[in-house]
C-alpha cells in the first residue's frame, strides 16, 4: 500500500491534536467537543484534552509503520493488529458525536470522527 491514505490519516490526526491544544489552553472551542456544554473546557476536560493529543500521536505513529514508513516493531503484525483496534475505536467514536447535545459538534465531529475510521481501516486492510 502506499502511504497516501496513512499521510492523510496523520493529517486529520494533527489538525485534531492542534484543536485539542486550543481547547486545553482555554480557547473558547468547546462546543464543538466534550458534549458540546462547555465554552470554554473546565479543568478535567482540558486534561482529556491533553490526553487525546498524546493518543493522536500514538495512533499516527501506528499508521505509518502499518505503511512502513517507520519500522519500530519487529514483526509487523503488531502494527496490523493494532491498526484494526484502531480502525474500530474510531468507527465508535462515532456514536457518542452523533448522541451529542451539541449541533455544532454533531455537525464538525461526526464527518471528522466517520473520516478518520474510515481512513483507519483501509490502512488496516492494507
Known sequence: MTPGIAIAFVLMLTALATFQLLLAAGLPFGRFAWGGQHPVLPPRLRVGSML???????????????????????????AVITMWVIAGYLMLSVLPNLASKSAK??????????????????????
Not at 498524546?54 to 509503520?65: D, G, H, K, Q, S
Not at 461526526?110 to 474510515?118: A, E
Open 52 to 78: 487525546a493529543v498524546v493518543t493522536y500521536a500514538i495512533f499516527a505513529f501506528i499508521a505509518l509503520e502499518r505503511v512502513d514508513v517507520t519500522n519500530v516493531f519487529t514483526d509487523p503484525l503488531v
Open 105 to 126: 459538534e454533531k455537525r464538525v465531529m461526526v464527518p471528522v470522527s466517520l473520516t478518520l475510521g474510515i481512513l483507519a481501516t483501509l490502512i488496516a486492510v492494507g
